[in-house]
């Protein structure tokens, strides 16, 4: 059963923007140190920044709530598998969060061209006794 969905579209130029005028202070505050080495391996981080800012937005959405209702946006983690498949790694409050609300399963999606990137995602609940 689905808990919830949540999608987010990102401009990259905004967080081009950000990067340049804030730097460390601004990854620092949003993203993992895995995923600043992942998005500083790319020809163009701020695409991947996008990416990864949309999905932690799509996430917040999912639960239901947004920006400074507690839960950190580092705690927020983008990880690509061998095969490039991105996943979700939650920490903190939001992982308590979603044993509260019993999700089983965290799946997401992303998109990107050089202007835009978007993601998705979707909190799956665990299979209820006698389903």
């Known amino acids: 059963m689905i808990a919830g969905i949540g999608t987010d579209l990102v401009d990259v130029e905004r967080i081009g923007k950000l990067l340049e005028r804030f730097g460390d202070r601004f990854t620092g505050r949003v993203f993992t140190a895995y995923e600043c080495a992942y998005c500083g391996r790319k020809a163009f981080p701020a695409i991947h920044y996008a990416a990864r800012f949309a999905a932690k937005e799509?996430?917040?959405?999912?639960?239901?709530?947004?920006?400074?209702?507690?839960?950190?946006?580092?705690?927020?983690?983008?990880?690509?598998?061998?095969?490039?498949?991105?996943?979700?790694?939650?920490?903190?409050?939001?992982?308590?969060?979603?044993?509260?609300?019993?999700?089983?399963?965290?799946?997401?999606?992303?998109?990107?061209?050089?202007?835009?990137?978007?993601?998705?995602?979707?909190?799956?609940?665990?299979?209820?006794?006698?389903?």
């Open 58 to 131: 799509s996430f917040l959405k999912a639960l239901g709530i947004g920006l400074g209702m507690g839960v950190n946006l580092a705690d927020i983690e983008v990880r690509n598998n061998a095969e490039g498949r991105p996943s979700l790694t939650i920490y903190g409050r939001g992982g308590e969060m979603l044993k509260e609300r019993g999700v089983a399963a965290v799946h997401l999606t992303l998109t990107h061209t050089r202007s835009q990137a978007a993601a998705t995602v979707v909190l799956e609940k665990g299979a209820s006794v006698g389903a």
